[in-house]
């Protein structure tokens, strides 16, 4: 049974940097493709970031491109986020999801079969 815990969120200032991380068990995170999703109070849970285990290709949500980083540590079986130049909309309870490798990625959460228990990232203006 494939297992995810995050760690590392915060409270940090605007224009701060915060690091996420995943780590997987049950399965190599490299067997899997890896998502960053979040939720913030009285919204959706949306697409963040994600990283396919076909070729390691990443994907981001245009609110996060050029701010954000995902990536992946096999030795480690652990997946990142990097969080650079943070807004007080970027508030929110950070989830890492996992998905059996399939033929495509996929940003839609309703496909993501493994969660994360989730981490809160407070932005402060």
């Known amino acids: 049974q494939v297992q995810l815990v995050e760690s590392g969120g915060e409270l940090v200032q605007a224009g701060g940097s915060v690091r996420l991380a995943c780590a997987a068990s049950g399965r190599t995170a490299s067997s899997l493709d890896m998502g960053w999703f979040r939720q913030a109070p009285g919204k959706e849970r949306e697409f963040v970031a994600g990283i396919w285990r076909s070729d390691g290709r990443t994907y981001y949500s245009d609110s996060v491109k050029g701010r954000f980083t995902i990536s992946r540590d096999n030795a480690k079986n652990t997946v990142y986020l990097q969080m650079n130049m943070l807004k007080p909309v970027d508030t929110a309870v950070y989830y890492c999801?996992?998905?059996?490798?399939?033929?495509?990625?996929?940003?839609?959460?309703?496909?993501?079969?493994?969660w994360g228990q989730g981490t809160q990232v407070t932005v402060s203006s």
């Open positions: 999801a996992g998905r059996d490798a399939f033929f495509f990625f996929s940003s839609r959460a309703g496909d993501y079969k493994y």
